[in-house]
């Protein structure tokens, strides 16, 4: 069975500390993501990358970095965590193509920030 | 620029029922359209997808959905709704570009189905 992983299921930071939310995934995908999923607004992306040592920046890329070292490894960083980014986050992954290929999500790490 | 709308932040049929979830985007490409579901406490999966090969998709779980450029919609539907269907759904628009599959969600659906 395919799987994307994410290291932590239920994360507690207090305001200012750096915060590591990590995703692998084993099926070999060129491209992987990182969304933040709220109610009402449904899952907005934060960055992608197509490639090793590649990122892109999604729609609300402030306050967030990305690392992609190895292709089946995508961190994302809270440089100085704030409470406005308590969130649901959602790691995807998926082959590189046409446009039109399928993500697979992880089950997602729910982050709050005190 | 690409966005997707769904009518209707929450939707409640009886089992047995039809489901009806809507789905409208804006795009000034032809679109790639996705509709995924979220079950408690799991990660989003892919119901259907509309790659411009057949308007009328279908999907796993008896779902389907059918693409009407003319009304800018991609609604999706199941002639009859089961409890294992209760779960958050999401309409989701891809332009293609670079090939990155970069997927714009809509704000999603919680579809509750009660007896």
């Known amino acids: 069975d395919v799987k994307v992983t994410q290291s932590s299921r239920y994360l507690v930071k207090r305001t200012g500390e750096k915060v590591f939310l990590e995703c692998v995934q084993d099926?070999?995908?060129?491209?992987m993501f990182w969304y933040r999923q709220d109610p009402g607004l449904g899952l907005r992306l934060i960055y992608f990358s197509y490639d090793v040592k590649m990122k892109e920046k999604g729609d609300i890329p402030e306050g967030y970095s990305v690392s992609r070292e190895k292709k089946e490894r995508f961190s994302l960083i809270l440089e100085s965590a704030s409470t406005n980014q308590t969130s649901m986050y959602l790691c995807?992954?998926?082959?590189?193509?046409?446009?039109?290929?399928?993500?697979?999500f992880g089950s997602g790490t729910q982050l709050s920030v005190l | 620029a690409q966005s997707v709308t769904q009518l209707g932040s929450h939707v409640s049929v009886s089992e047995g029922a039809l489901v009806l979830l809507r789905c409208n985007y804006s795009?000034?490409?032809?679109?790639?359209l996705f509709w995924y579901v979220q079950y408690p406490n799991q990660g989003l999966q892919l119901l259907l997808k509309?790659?411009?090969?057949?308007?009328l998709v279908k999907g796993i779980n008896g779902f389907e959905a059918e693409f009407k450029k003319s009304e800018t919609s991609f609604h999706l539907t199941k002639p009859s709704a089961h409890m294992s269907d209760a779960a958050e759904y999401f309409c989701?628009?891809?332009?293609?570009?670079?090939?990155?599959?970069?997927?714009?969600f809509g704000a999603g659906t919680r579809l509750a189905v009660h007896p």
């Open positions: 795009s000034s490409v032809p679109p790639y």
């Open positions: 989701a628009v891809s332009d293609g570009t670079g090939g990155y599959n970069k997927l714009i």
């Open positions: 509309y790659t411009s090969a057949a308007t």
């Open positions: 099926m070999d995908h060129e491209n």
């Open positions: 995807a992954s998926s082959f590189s193509g046409q446009g039109n290929e399928k993500l697979f």
